[in-house]
């Protein structure tokens, strides 16, 4: 079964890599919109496949690292596409939650990204 958790943080960022003139090598700011998926058995006992409570409490900590922060200057994000953004929060995430099964990473409502691991 797969189950998922949202949440949401707003960080501003710029591209230092995309060519001169493009918008995005601007200082801008996104509400970005998470979607954690976790893989597994129903739990015979609880009915379920994690508490989200303890999914929230798994992730809210490294949501707390992004939000309402200046990307770029966070080590690993230095060039803070909506992709390296899901990677970074893939590798945060992933050891304290190993079924972990896909990130999605939106940073307007109609441009995302996903990420399934390695």
């Not at 601007?26 to 009915?47: D, I, Q």
């Not at 949501?63 to 922060?69: L, R, S």
């Not at 590798?91 to 939650?97: A, E, G, V």
Request: hydrophobic share 40%; with cysteine; aromatic share 10%.
């Amino acid at each position: 079964m797969l189950i998922y958790k949202q949440f949401t943080f707003d960080a501003a960022h710029l591209l230092p890599n995309v060519p001169e003139g493009h918008k995005c090598k601007n200082l801008h700011g996104h509400t970005y919109h998470l979607t954690v998926f976790v893989e597994g058995s129903l739990l015979e006992k609880e009915g379920w496949v994690i508490d989200f409570s303890d999914l929230k409490a798994i992730v809210n900590p490294i949501i707390k690292m992004v939000d309402h922060a200046y990307l770029n200057n966070i080590p690993g994000l230095e060039n803070p596409t909506a992709e390296i953004i899901a990677i970074w929060l893939w590798d945060k995430i992933k050891p304290s939650l190993p079924s972990l099964k896909r990130v999605e990473l939106k940073e307007t409502p109609s441009c995302g990204v996903i990420y399934e691991g390695v």
